[in-house]
């Protein structure tokens, strides 16, 4: 039987690579260097299937082909606004996601950020190895008490929700949501947690908030400069969900002028590249290079979940993960 063909536009861990390597008739990007439309417009006139990520920008222009030969995509990864999805369809592409497997890990650095802003340790580390410690004292590099706070999450879909369980049952914290949806009660309770109906109504109330909503144009600039004028004070704001959620150029203005205590991104709008005001922002902002699922688990455990997908999709099976 002939196998179909597949195109990985990253390099993938190893052992998921050699899974491919031997169920399909697969090319690997060795160089791992992101393709450019032109590239991606062969890819899709040629493979049966493509396995894109976050890097890669699939929009009008990379899809813009008289006919496609590939029938899904099946990213890795779980957020998929990279993906210009109405156009893919068009041209009857499946498109399936890798959920469930990194929501620990993305919620265990959404912590790391938010104690690493709140307990100023950036600015000790890099105050240490510049060898500029003078030792201890009472008023050093005093930061603020995270424990007992209250957290608000905006987008309570897994990843939101293993935030609450750590930040509830590790650091006591009060829990308060917003989601685009009801949340069932059963879910709430677990967390002792409440629904707002409002981003606006949960900013003012929150001591730290959390995105976890998914990017896209319903989302895009979702905390704009009116929002973060209604968050405390000394509140902050940690991003692990998509850059563009944030308006980059607000938030580093809110962060010069402390109208907020600071902020932590593990995601930016033009990744790689770092908005210039977000670059100037040392004292109140912490910024990681998109790390939430860069574990060794999560991301093993995203390439077996994307040859879960394939087979079932080439098996004539619905893919557990299709969201398009
Ligand atoms: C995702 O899965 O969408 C992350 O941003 C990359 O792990």
């Not at 809110?254 to 005001?277: C, K, N, Y």
Request: hydrophobic fraction near 45%; charge should be negative.
């Amino acid at each position: 039987m002939v196998k179909p063909s597949v195109l990985v536009t990253r390099r993938w861990p190893a052992a998921v690579e050699q899974q491919l390597a031997s169920d399909y008739e697969v090319v690997l990007n060795r160089s791992d260097k992101p393709l450019s439309p032109r590239e991606l417009r062969e890819a899709f006139a040629k493979y049966d299937a493509v396995l894109p990520t976050v890097t890669d920008r699939i929009g009008a222009e990379a899809l813009d082909v008289p006919q496609a030969q590939t029938r899904i995509l099946a990213n890795y990864g779980v957020g998929y606004s990279h993906i210009d999805v109405e156009t893919a369809r068009h041209h009857g592409m499946a498109i399936t996601n890798t959920p469930d497997v990194l929501s620990d890990c993305t919620a265990d650095l959404t912590m790391t950020l938010m104690l690493m802003v709140a307990r100023r340790a950036g600015e000790g580390e890099r105050e240490l190895r510049a060898g500029q410690w003078d030792g201890w004292c009472p008023t050093h590099l005093v930061g603020t008490k995270v424990s007992g706070k209250t957290l608000g999450i905006i987008g309570f879909g897994r990843i939101g929700q293993e935030v609450a369980r750590r930040a509830h049952f590790g650091f006591g914290m009060k829990i308060v949501v917003f989601n685009r949806s009801p949340v069932d009660a059963e879910v709430l309770a677990r967390f002792d947690a409440v629904q707002v109906s409002e981003v606006d109504t949960l900013l003012p109330e929150c001591d730290f908030v959390s995105l976890h909503c998914p990017g896209g144009v319903e989302t895009r600039r979702l905390i704009n400069a009116r929002r973060l004028d209604l968050m405390k004070p000394d509140a902050f704001l940690i991003n692990t969900a998509r850059g563009e959620v944030v308006d980059e150029a607000a938030l580093a203005q809110s962060l010069m002028f402390e109208t907020i205590g600071g902020a932590a991104l593990d995601v930016f709008e033009r990744e790689p590249a770092i908005h210039p005001m977000l670059a100037q922002c040392t004292r109140n902002l912490v910024m990681l290079p998109h790390l939430g699922s860069a574990t060794r688990e999560a991301r093993a455990a995203m390439g077996f979940r994307v040859l879960d997908n394939l087979r079932d999709f080439f098996d004539g099976n619905e893919p557990r993960d299709r969201v398009a």
